[in-house]
């Protein structure tokens, strides 16, 4: 692991692309079989791989506590530490440093440790994960520490807080495989999206097998994502001459897998979300197919499709209740069809073939000949609304149409383009107009007035800044949110606090916000150099990852895009009072 995070510091002195990817390429060209996986998916800044669900849970106060134990420093040294860097895993290394000092000040003997390798990290992980409660946890978690050297501890910390940051993207670790064992890398991408995992592909790689990859049933693959834009005009240029429109559904993504009497539901966020929705599972469980359908399940009554905020009620509920099941039916919408039952194996174990490569318009035409047990006739499927369009003119026409159905936008996509797990190519486009939320994540918190009074209900959010990778604070907003889902952040936010000044306490950046607002101005009130009119928390986004909030770019171009309405929209004497917590 010590081997590992030099490399992992080497790659991260180079802006250098080039220079990042044989770095690499020489480091994984000289690891066994069993250290690759494990390295390559470090490397990809995961305890654990992509398609794997697992998390250790770990949190910042287990961390905290497991080095204050081991170090025994005051548990402050961790948060200044911090402070200094904002960086977790430099934090960690810092107080290991200090404490190393301490007992050399002190004549004590440095102690006798085996540093650990890769597959011990590995394991120590795993064992993290296993480990039942916070205390078992920080055990595991110390017993890992106290083998490493500060360099190691730094980078341990980062992979398991999902903080590698050390510039490299995933394309970059692929270009990395290729060169290291000398593939195509098209070969490598391909095994990547279909295995969903970065180990697996490096071992195929090394062992020339990339061409047996396949995919895998019950395994959740990455999901396709869309590009926003507003212009129709731009749009139909971009995917013309015919484009295929669909209905921006306001639900939740997912991935249904079935095969044999076995059906399983994965989340956007690749988790396992069978239990939460039993009528979709038991709608699709006497059908006759095996495959993968994309969609989304939204919230759907007596022929009409419910607001989100009802689907928000069945949303974490592990096995809902037959009374909630009946206030708020689900369905599911399917709009692809990423993998069918392989004809040429009839063998026990269930076997699909990927249709990923094929174009839309093939996908689509077997997803209708699934012929789905519909809703309006009793089932628990629906198909997307979907019409063809060929001019700005008619996009536009379908856009107001949406509109008028209170449809937050359109999905515009290319018939002739493949499924890209993962990416936000070109091939999706999401028309909304005039972009009215940002996501942020939440980077402090503060009590609230009133009603509010005890609980953190105040909460300061940030953006990211692409240059620099920091989180850049742009508002302020009281939640918008349920009594009962203000307690339940509050309780998070108890657990994840980093430092408190009066009132207001920094948070750990992990929770993602939809923030509405009315306008973007320019101020220096937040360190974004922008803040929001009237912002307000439109829902909590658990399926949304921090990595994928909104950037100052995005920020910037919703700003120029709104100077022209901006003079109308803001009426004189609206600010809202309240004080701003220390810019995060
Ligand atoms: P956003 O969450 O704003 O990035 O928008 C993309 C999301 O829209 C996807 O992840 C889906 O959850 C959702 N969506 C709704 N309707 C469709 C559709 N017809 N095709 C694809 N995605 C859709």
């Known amino acids: 692991m010590r081997r590992w995070s030099e490399v992992a510091e080497r790659v991260s002195a180079t802006t250098r692309t080039s220079v990042k990817t044989h770095l690499l390429a020489d480091y994984l060209s000289t690891l066994e079989a069993g250290q690759l996986p494990i390295a390559a998916v470090f490397f990809a800044g995961r305890p654990f791989a992509e398609v794997d669900s697992r998390t250790t849970g770990l949190g910042w106060a287990t961390i905290s506590g497991a080095v204050a134990a081991l170090t025994r420093l005051p548990a402050d040294a961790l948060a200044e530490a911090y402070d200094r860097s904002s960086d977790l895993g430099l934090a960690v290394a810092d107080v290991l440093e200090q404490a190393a000092e301490v007992r050399r000040a002190r004549g004590l003997p440095e102690p006798m440790v085996e540093p650990p390798n890769l597959a011990a990290v590995a394991t120590a992980f795993a064992e993290i994960e296993t480990a039942g409660g916070a205390p078992a946890k920080a055990d595991r978690f110390a017993d890992l520490l106290a083998r490493c050297d500060p360099l190691t501890a730094r980078y341990v910390v980062k992979i398991l ?18 060169e290291a064992f000398e593939r ?13 995992d970065i180990g697996r592909t490096a071992l195929l790689a090394r062992e020339d097998r990339l061409d047996s990859a396949v995919i895998a049933l019950f395994h959740p693959l990455k999901f396709m994502l869309a590009t926003p834009a507003e212009n129709a005009t731009e749009i139909i240029a971009r995917l013309g001459p015919t484009a295929w429109v669909e209905d921006k559904y306001d639900g939740i993504r997912a991935q249904l897998h079935r095969a044999g009497r076995e059906v399983r539901l994965y989340s956007r966020d690749l988790h396992d979300i069978t239990g939460q929705f039993p009528e979709v599972v038991a709608g699709a469980r006497d059908l006759s197919w095996t495959g993968i359908l994309d969609g989304e399940v939204l919230a759907y009554r007596d022929g009409l499709v419910m607001p989100f905020v009802a689907l928000q009620k069945r949303l974490g509920r592990k096995a809902p209740s037959a009374a909630i099941q009946a206030e708020v039916p689900v369905v599911f919408v399917a709009f692809d069809l990423l993998a069918l039952a392989d004809p040429a194996v009839t063998a026990a174990e269930p076997r699909a073939q990927a249709l990923l490569d094929r174009p839309l318009s ?18 628990s499927f629906a198909l997307s609304h979907l019409v063809s369009v060929d001019s700005a003119a008619a996009l536009e026409r379908a856009f107001n149409d949406a509109r008028l159905r209170r449809n937050e936008g359109l999905m515009v996509k290319d018939p002739a383009s493949a499924y890209s797990p993962g990416r936000r190519g070109l091939g999706w486009l999401k028309m909304k107009k005039a972009l009215a939320t940002l996501d942020c994540v939440v980077v402090g918190v ?13 909460y300061t959010f940030a953006v990211r800044d692409e240059a620099t990778d920091r989180l850049l604070t742009i508002g ?17 936010f108890e657990a994840h606090t980093l430092d408190r000044f009066g009132r207001y306490r920094t948070v750990e950046p992990s929770v993602v916000v939809e923030v509405a607002f009315d306008v973007i101005v320019r101020s220096n009130r937040h360190n974004s150099g922008f803040s929001l009119r009237f912002p307000r928390i439109a829902r909590l986004r658990p399926d949304k990852d921090p990595a994928e909030i909104d950037t100052t770019a995005t920020v910037e171009a919703v700003w120029s895009g709104l100077q022209h309405g901006a003079e109308q929209l803001v009426t004189a004497g609206h600010e809202r009072g309240g004080r701003e917590g220390p810019a995060g």
Not at 162 to 177: H, P, Q, T, V, Y
Not at 369 to 374: I, M, W
Not at 476 to 492: F, N, Q, R, S
């Open 161 to 178: 807080t999902g903080e590698l940051r050390i510039g490299l993207k995933e394309g970059l670790l692929e270009a990395a495989l290729a």
């Open 362 to 379: 093939e996908r689509r035409h077997l997803l209708e000949a699934l012929a789905l047990p519909l809703a309006d006739v009793g089932g």
């Open 184 to 196: 195509p890398i098209g070969a490598v991408k391909r095994a990547g999206m279909l295995t969903g």
């Open 476 to 492: 302020k907003a009281y939640t918008g949110l349920t009594d009962v889902e203000i307690a339940e952040m509050t309780a998070w």
């Open 446 to 458: 503060e009590l609230g007035h009133g009603k509010r009074h005890g609980v953190l209900s105040d």
